[in-house]
């Protein structure tokens, strides 16, 4: 298979208008993603859900399209079917939980050195998120307080038809994680090494179809009561 078949595709989604410095940044931002050997399209307007399919990547330019402490709908529906990305968002004013919550795998600020742009692109190839520490903390933090005025069910059956592929180990770090513990504190708790509760999550995550650990929290709320009765 050649190298242009397998090179990384990415669409860029651009403000249909841009000052000057404005649009030096964003030029900056998508010379990045091309030094990442990433290819890209441009274009101002969202292209037909089929056309994205050829991508792996949408990146969404958010200069005219923040919200204070939220995220227009027609960004949060890209992102429930595409891996999104927001890049030039303004601090203080993009809340990175809304866009973690609605499954934006990334946010990237104005503000940012090319370096560190970089190393967050490297972490989205990857198919990592790239989020601070304290976004990923405050978004299960809300998952789990979120839980307690929500209706739950106890019964086990319910719970088996949720999981029915996940081994005896899965789901139990599933209900460790549910609980909000982090993989340090699962692979203690376990007696199992760090890496190996990675190995276990990556297999959690496609059995259960969860893009990450949000994903898998929100999935697995209504089903805490019947795992507390088994752990």
């Known amino acids: 298979m050649s190298m242009e078949m397998t090179k ?3 669409f860029v989604l651009t403000p249909t208008s841009a000052v000057p410095t ?3 940044i964003h030029n900056r931002f998508t010379c990045l993603i091309k030094a990442c050997d990433i290819s890209i399209e441009l274009s101002s307007k969202i292209p037909e859900k089929s056309h994205l399919r050829a991508f792996n990547f949408l990146f969404i330019d958010l200069d005219e399209c923040q ?3 939220g995220l227009p709908a027609n960004i949060a529906a890209l992102a429930s079917s595409n891996t999104t990305i927001l890049f030039n968002a303004t601090d203080g004013l ?3 939980k809304t866009a973690l919550l609605s499954f934006v795998k990334g946010v990237f600020y ?3 050195r090319p370096d560190i742009i970089l190393k967050g692109l490297g972490c989205i190839i990857r198919n990592e998120y790239w989020f601070k520490r304290a976004t990923m903390s405050n978004a299960i933090a ?3 307080r979120n839980k307690q005025n929500q209706p739950t069910t106890t019964d086990d059956t319910k719970n088996d038809i949720t999981f029915p592929t996940l081994t005896k180990r899965e789901k139990t770090i599933a209900y460790l994680v ?3 513990a982090q993989n340090k504190e699962i692979a ?3 007696h199992i090494s760090p890496n190996t509760v990675k190995t276990h999550l990556y297999s959690i995550f496609r059995k259960t179809r969860s893009r990450n650990r949000i994903e898998l929290i929100s999935r697995t709320q209504n089903y805490i009561p019947a795992m507390d009765k088994c752990y």
């Open 94 to 96: 993009t809340c990175e």
């Open 8 to 10: 990384l595709r990415a």
């Open 22 to 24: 404005h649009l030096a």
């Open 110 to 112: 104005r503000s940012e």
């Open 142 to 144: 809300y998952l789990l």
């Open 67 to 69: 919200e204070e402490n």
């Open 178 to 180: 549910a609980r909000g």
């Open 188 to 190: 203690d708790q376990l």
